[in-house]
């Protein structure tokens, strides 16, 4: 393993490498920190969507079965921006899968968040569950029972 210092390595990537070591050990803030770092590259266009995307989720619900509430609306925004990329490549189906995700991260946070959060996030669940279609609320339905055990109470003890 290389121990020198090398000055073409910026700030971030070797913090993302520091947590990467840390997000391996089970740290759920190093986790949250690499899910929060994939999605600003993707916002910032300096990643690919899909890929970055993916592992930012990845991140976040490891980091969300730990009991860090902020990496449920973070999950949630890289399954939205997923079933945003897939819908404009004409990928319908694994848009409204990403879609339903979101949907179904969106309402287990609506009973974990504090009450604050939850009447804003609340207005955003509503919104999206009026544009969405039938099939994508199913989809929501599956994945909050798939995941709520997970992310549930219990993980924010």
């Not at 990403?98 to 955003?124: H, Y």
């Amino acid at each position: 393993m290389p121990t020198t210092h090398d000055d073409s390595v910026g700030d971030d990537t070797r913090q993302n490498i520091a947590d990467l070591r840390l997000a391996s050990a089970g740290d759920s803030q190093a986790q949250f920190r690499l899910s929060r770092s994939a999605r600003e590259l993707v916002v910032s266009g300096e990643a690919d969507e899909i890929v970055a995307s993916i592992e930012g989720l990845t991140y976040a619900r490891l980091a969300a079965a730990q009991g860090v509430p902020d990496a449920i609306m973070l999950a949630a925004d890289h399954c939205s921006h997923l079933a945003k990329v897939y819908s404009d490549c004409g990928e319908d189906e694994c848009a409204a899968d990403w879609a339903g995700q979101a949907i179904g991260l969106l309402e287990i946070a609506t009973e974990l968040l504090p009450a604050a959060n939850a009447a804003n996030l609340m207005q955003t669940l509503n919104t999206a569950a009026d544009m969405s279609s039938p099939e994508i609320m199913a989809q929501a339905k599956v994945y909050r029972s798939i995941f709520a055990p997970v992310f549930g109470a219990a993980a924010f003890a």
